[in-house]
């Protein structure tokens, strides 16, 4: 026979459970999200960095 | 004394509140997902989620870009006023050249933007200064925007480096990281500069690329400590190994390869 008890635990349960499916299919995925601008400036697509020949001071 | 209608009627009627509960615990819960995992790891959906905020755009200013990374503030003017806010007034944070003390364009990873009081756009700006993840608000007219198709992630405690094109995992590259004593610092970062050592026979190898971050322990560095990501002279005992000062060293064939794919600006995400 279910108690309170027990149909608390078993909604809580299926409440969680619930939740994350939820979550797990609504997340956005990362970079297939659109990005929206609001200037009006063309945007390009960045190119590769061009080197500068010097010698390096970086922590190494 | 209760009658068996009600007394089902009340036990559905808190089965519901609880399942009601139960969803809304597990949607403030933060999501743990496993960082080895490219398709599933939240360093990447950190950087990348959403580089932009849209504020008060109408539908017929605005511009929808699709599959960038992220986007890139390069310099146009002689310096740059970064701000601490929004806002033409706002106090000055720092002032920065169009060059960098190494000869690259200035440039920021875009974090956000905004509409001041007047409508003039701003961006918030990822800084190459210390502390680590400083930013600063700058005028979007001081500044030339490109999208940014690639992305790093590092993990340091697989000493590995993959590389991102959108949610595509283009390369793994085995990695050598900071000793104990001058560990290699967590944290969001992006790509200032890229350097052709004269000589490509040293501990840095073919390339460099300096980061926007600093080493937490080498503070009297030259030029501050700044991180890098560059080659090796010494690949056997470079790669998979706690081995440098903070930077992060690999084979001279793989920062070959970045150095003909990556942007200035390109976010890094390193995990701890």
């Known amino acids: 026979m279910l108690n309170r008890k027990r149909v608390g635990a078993i909604a809580l349960a299926a409440g969680v459970a619930f939740g994350g499916v939820g979550l797990s299919h609504g997340a956005p995925t990362t970079t297939t999200t659109a990005k929206t601008m609001t200037t009006t400036t063309t945007v390009r697509r960045a190119v590769a960095a061009a080197a500068v020949v010097r010698t390096p001071r970086q922590t190494g | 004394m209760t009658s068996p209608i009600r007394r089902v009627a009340r036990l559905a009627g808190l089965a519901v509140a609880l399942v009601l509960v139960g969803m809304g615990v597990r949607i403030l819960l933060p999501v743990q997902r496993a960082p080895t995992s490219p398709e599933r790891s939240t360093s990447s959906e950190r950087l990348s ?9 109408t539908p017929d200013d605005a511009r929808t870009l699709v599959g960038y990374s992220g986007y ?10 970064v701000r601490d806010a929004p806002a033409p007034g706002a106090p000055v944070r720092v002032v920065l050249p169009d060059h960098n003390e190494n000869g690259a364009p ?8 905004q509409r001041d009081a007047s409508g003039e756009v701003w961006y918030r700006v990822l800084l190459p200064i210390r502390p680590n993840g400083t930013t600063g608000w700058v005028r979007a007219a001081d500044v ?15 000493f590995r480096l993959d590389v991102f094109q959108g949610p595509h995992l283009l390369r793994s590259i085995g990695l050598g990281v900071g000793t104990d004593q001058t560990p290699t610092p967590g944290g969001e970062y992006y790509i200032k500069e890229l350097l052709r050592p004269p000589d490509p ?14 080493s937490n322990v080498l503070v009297n560095w030259p030029d501050g ?12 005992h470079a ?12 084979r001279n064939e793989d920062i070959e390869y970045l150095a003909g794919l990556l942007p200035l600006g390109t976010p890094v995400e390193v995990e701890t």
């Open chain 2, 225 to 236: 400590g700044v991180l890098g990501i560059h080659g090796t002279n010494d690949p056997a």
């Open chain 2, 201 to 214: 026979n040293t501990v840095y190898g073919h390339y460099v690329f300096g980061l926007s971050g600093f």
């Open chain 2, 239 to 250: 790669i998979a190994r706690k081995v440098s000062h903070g930077c992060l060293r690999m």
């Open chain 2, 49 to 57: 989620s959403p580089a932009y905020t849209v504020s008060t755009t």
């Open chain 2, 144 to 158: 030339e925007v490109s999208g940014l198709p690639y992305r790093l992630v590092v993990y340091l405690a697989q």
């Open chain 2, 106 to 113: 200035q440039t920021f990873f875009i974090k956000d933007e």
């Open chain 2, 72 to 81: 890139a503030a390069t310099v146009k003017p002689a310096s740059i006023e």
